[in-house]
């Protein structure tokens, strides 16, 4: 499966990341492959879930430990960059993939071929 945006490629960046986990890299000597991963899943969020491209504010960079992340339709932040470097350091558990599909606050983005999203109460 290629990197083409969709929801589904999130697998393969859990994929990837998984790879250079067992490779024994420390977190500094993969680091720019793990930004360039962030900025991937954040623009998956911008692209399919309605999300935009944001500056950090001191206090957002503070608590982030980054100066960019997004901000979702329904207001609530996320640094995409943190949460690969979470992938990273914690493993599956912290799946990329997983995150999309239970973060709060995206829209129904059309996603070809995938099912429609129940209507919530």
Request: glycine share 10%; no cysteine; aromatic share 10%.
């Amino acid at each position: 499966m290629p990197l083409d945006f969709s929801v589904r490629s999130l697998r393969v960046v859990d994929f990837v990341i998984d790879g250079l986990r067992k490779s024994g890299r420390e977190r500094a000597e993969v680091a720019e492959a793990l930004f360039g991963f962030g900025v991937y899943v954040g623009e998956v969020l911008v692209r399919r879930a309605g999300a935009t491209w944001i500056d950090f504010d001191a206090s957002q960079r503070e608590f982030f430990g980054q100066a960019v992340g997004v901000r979702m339709p329904d207001g609530r932040v996320w640094s995409p960059l943190g949460k690969v470097v979470n992938r990273y350091e914690v493993g599956a558990a912290e799946s990329l993939q997983t995150f999309y599909l239970t973060l709060p606050g995206r829209h129904a983005a059309a996603e070809p071929g995938a099912e429609p999203e129940p209507a919530r109460r």
